[in-house]
T-cell receptor, first 113, second 118 residues
Framework: AQSVSQHNHHVILSEAASLELGCNYS??????LFWYVQYPGQHLQLLLK??????LVKGIKGFEAEFIKSKFSFNLRKPSVQWSDTAEYFC???????????FGKGTTLSVSS | GAVVSQHPSWVICKSGTSVKIECRSL??????MFWYRQFPKQSLMLMAT?????????EQGVEKDKFLINHASLTLSTLTVTSAHPEDSSFYIC??????????????FGPGTRLTVL
């Protein structure tokens, strides 16, 4: 069965610190990978996605992620976090365009100013 | 961008009653919609896949007679929680996949519906 593992449950950083959130996926075939953010009281927003091509994906709000097939990983990074990045971050995968997303358990990011 | 709405955003009901939650794609047509539930501080768990004009496909462990899904049009899917009990209290989120076009390979999420069963 598909599964997505997010290693960090809760990450606490100071503003301007660098961020890396781990994500490992399980499916070995063609995979679509996503990172979503959920700000307090708001709905899910897509940060970035990977379908194929350049394994380094740039997203919105200065986020990026790197797809490493040999490690089944798709870690999210941001060089310098802001207080407004405080949110819940979800990694997700799916087998193909018509199927549902399978989400990881999420990582809570708290950024102190 | 593609917008998905849910109604109501928040509902409180008594145990034993039924609650209907609507999911609408506002500016695109969606052959497929997905229903998830999210418990506090937890991830989204897929409940079912809803295809327009056909029966929904439920994930293992989800009672199809309790969570009735209807996808009668390309812009509307409904989830009815029948005979709701306190353990059904959760955050229900839908997503929709565009029939064709730019959004074909994406899923657009609704804002969610918080259900509280007393």
């Amino acid at each position: 069965a598909q599964s997505v593992s997010q290693h960090n449950h809760h990450v606490i950083l100071s503003e301007a610190a660098s961020l890396e959130l781990g994500c490992n996926y399980s499916y070995g075939g063609t995979v679509n990978l996503f990172w979503y953010v959920q700000y307090p009281g708001q709905h899910l927003q897509l940060l970035l996605k990977y379908f194929s091509g350049d394994p380094l994906v740039k997203g919105i709000k200065g986020f990026e992620a790197e797809f490493i097939k040999s490690k089944f990983s798709f870690n999210l990074r941001k060089p310098s976090v802001q207080w407004s990045d405080t949110a819940e971050y979800f990694c997700a995968e799916r087998k193909g365009a018509g199927t549902a997303l399978i989400f990881g358990k999420g990582t809570t990011l708290s950024v102190s100013s | 961008g593609a917008v998905v709405s849910q109604h109501p955003s928040w509902v409180i009901c008594k145990s034993g009653t039924s609650v209907k939650i609507e999911c609408r794609s506002l500016d695109f047509q969606a052959t497929t919609m997905f229903w998830y539930r999210q418990f506090p501080k937890q991830s989204l768990m897929l409940m079912a896949t809803s295809n327009e004009g056909s029966k929904a496909t439920y994930e293992q462990g989800v009672e199809k007679d309790k969570f009735l899904i209807n996808h009668a049009s390309l812009t509307l899917s409904t989830l009815t929680v029948t005979s709701a009990h306190p353990e059904d209290s959760s955050f229900y989120i839908c997503s929709a996949r565009e029939v064709a076009g730019v959004g074909y390979n994406e899923q657009f999420f609704g804002p969610g519906t918080r259900l509280t069963v007393l």
